[in-house]
C-alpha cells in the first residue's frame, strides 16, 4: 500500500495499481544531497550516535530453477529454445551498503545495491543489476510528517508474464513524495505524489516502456486506539512512448485513471487486526476506447496475532494487480492468500505463503481489435521459507517455491519448482 507510511499510519494507504510518478527534478536533486549524508555518517553520529548506521552487507544466493523461461508442457524445450532442458542453476552475488542517519527529528535513510547473476547453462541471462533507494522521513513538530524518496533498479523482467525466452533487463525508476497533518487529534490528511518511468531492453517489448504520474489525497478519522476510517481519492495517467503493433495498426496505450475508496482498519493493537477497503476505479484511454472501464475493486486482509511467536495474514481480494509493467493491459486479480508465520525461536523463523488466484487481463488492444482472444489465468503457488539468525550479522535463508498456471490461451500454463539457499553478512 501507498499512503500514510509514519507511526500510527491510517488505513487511507491506497493499495498501490502502478506506483508511479510526480516531482522528477526536486527527488533527484534530493538522491544526491541524500548520499552525501550517507557517506559522513560521522557527523551525523555526533548528532545521535546511539542510532546512526552505517552497514556494508555482501549476500550470495544460490538458486535452482526447473523451468527457467516458465515454458508451457505443450512446447518442447528442444524446439522452443534449442537446449535439451529448461531448468538452470544460477548464481547471484551482491554486495551494498545501507545507511541510516537521525539528525534531529529527521531521518535519512539510503541503500545501494549491486548484484552479479550467472548462469550455469543459460549463459545469455546473465546480467548485473543494481537497486538503490534513498528517502528523508521529515517531519515538522508533532503533527506534520512525511517522506520524500527515489528508488532506482535495473533486473531481469519474469518469463512468467512475456511468454517468450529473449531476456528483458527492466530500469524502473520511482520518485515519490508523502506528508501528513494531524489536523486535530482524531483527524489526519494525507496527501501523495509519484513518478514512475520504466524502459525495456527488448526492442520487442519496448512499447511497454511507461511513464505513470499519480496523485493521491485522503482524510481518515480515529474512532477508539488503533482504529481508524477514512475516504480515499486517486489521479493516475500513463504515458507509452512507443506505440504498440497490432497488426497494422500502432495504438497509442496511454490512459488517465480516476479512484474513489473507502477504507476501514480495525484492531491493529490487538490479536485479530482487519483492514478492509473498497475503490471505484474508472479508467480512460487516449486510443481505442472500447477497452475503457468502470470497476469496483475490494481487499479484505485479516491478521490473527495469537501470541509473539504465531501470526496468520489472510486476503480475499478482487484488486487491480500492483505488478503488471510488462504488458500495457491491466490485470484484475481474485482470490485467496493465506500468510503463516512462526517464530520458532529467537533464531528460526518459518513462513509460508499460499495463493489461489484468478488472472484476468483486462483493456489488451489486440483482444479489442479482435487479434487476440481474451486471456484468463488460474495460478496456484505454494512457498515456504526458513530462516536462521545464529547471530546478528549473519542472516541463512532456504526458501522453496511451487507454482502451477493453467491458461485459456495456448503455451500460457506452466509448472515450476524453485529453490534457493541465501547467506548473508553485514557489519
Not at 534530493?30 to 557517506?39: D, F, I, S, T, V
Not at 525466452?165 to 494531524?182: I, M, Q, Y
Not at 482524531?186 to 499519480?214: E, R
Request: proline content about 5%; overall charge negative; glycine content about 8%.
Amino acid at each position: 500500500m501507498s499512503g500514510d507510511v509514519t507511526g500510527g499510519s491510517p488505513p487511507c494507504a491506497h493499495t498501490a495499481r502502478y506506483r508511479p510518478r510526480l516531482l522528477q527534478s526536486a527527488v533527484s536533486g534530493w538522491l544526491a544531497c541524500l548520499l552525501a549524508l550517507a557517506a559522513g555518517p560521522l557527523r551525523a553520529q555526533q548528532t545521535a550516535p546511539e542510532t546512526a548506521k552505517l552497514t556494508p552487507f555482501a549476500e550470495e544466493t544460490v538458486t535452482t530453477d526447473d523451468n527457467v523461461f516458465r515454458i508451457s508442457n505443450q512446447v518442447d524445450p528442444v524446439t522452443a529454445i534449442g537446449f535439451r532442458s529448461r531448468g538452470d542453476t544460477y548464481r547471484t552475488t551482491s554486495v551494498g551498503l545501507s545507511a541510516d542517519v537521525p539528525v534531529s527529528l529527521q531521518r535519512f535513510q539510503a541503500s545501494v545495491t549491486y548484484n552479479s547473476n550467472r548462469y550455469d547453462r543459460f549463459h545469455e541471462l546473465d546480467y548485473d543489476g543494481y537497486d538503490l533507494h534513498g528517502s528523508w522521513l521529515w517531519q515538522v513538530g508533532r503533527n506534520l510528517s512525511g517522506q520524500l524518496g527515489v528508488s532506482d533498479t535495473y533486473s531481469l523482467a519474469s518469463f512468467a508474464a512475456t511468454l517468450g525466452v529473449a531476456p528483458d533487463r527492466l530500469h524502473v525508476r520511482e520518485e515519490f513524495a508523502k506528508g501528513s497533518w494531524l489536523v486535530t487529534p482524531d483527524w489526519k490528511l494525507y496527501v501523495a505524489g509519484d513518478d514512475l518511468v520504466q524502459s525495456n531492453s527488448d526492442p520487442a517489448g519496448q512499447f511497454n516502456n511507461v511513464t505513470v504520474d499519480s496523485l493521491e489525497a485522503s482524510l481518515s478519522r480515529a474512532s477508539g486506539t488503533g482504529n481508524w476510517f477514512g475516504l480515499d481519492t486517486r489521479f493516475e495517467s500513463g504515458h507509452f512512448p512507443v506505440a504498440e503493433p497490432i497488426g497494422s495498426v500502432l495504438v497509442d496505450n496511454g490512459y488517465s485513471q480516476y479512484g474513489f475508496g473507502v477504507v476501514v482498519d480495525f484492531g491493529a493493537d490487538t490479536p485479530s487486526h482487519v483492514v478492509a477497503r473498497v475503490d471505484q476505479v474508472s479508467r480512460h484511454y487516449h486510443q481505442v476506447t472500447s477497452r475503457d472501464f468502470d470497476r469496483t475493486t475490494g481487499r479484505l486482509e485479516y491478521t490473527w496475532t495469537p501470541d509473539v511467536k504465531v501470526s496468520v495474514s489472510a486476503i480475499a481480494e478482487r484488486d487491480i494487480s500492483p505488478y503488471e509493467y510488462i504488458h500495457s493491459s491491466i490485470v484484475m486479480v481474485r482470490g485467496l492468500t493465506l500468510r503463516p508465520l512462526w517464530h520458532m525461536t529467537d533464531e528460526l523463523d518459518l513462513s509460508a505463503n499460499l495463493a489461489w488466484l484468478e488472472r484476468t487481463y483486462l483493456s489488451d488492444p489486440a483482444v479489442a481489435l479482435g487479434a487476440a482472444p481474451p486471456r484468463d489465468d488460474h495460478v496456484r503457488t505454494m512457498s515456504a521459507l526458513l530462516a536462521y539468525h545464529p547471530r546478528t550479522w549473519v542472516t541463512l535463508q532456504l526458501s522453496f517455491l511451487h507454482e502451477e498456471r493453467s491458461s485459456n490461451i495456448a503455451f500460457g500454463g506452466y509448472g515450476d519448482d524453485v529453490v534457493w539457499l541465501k547467506a548473508r553478512l553485514s557489519l
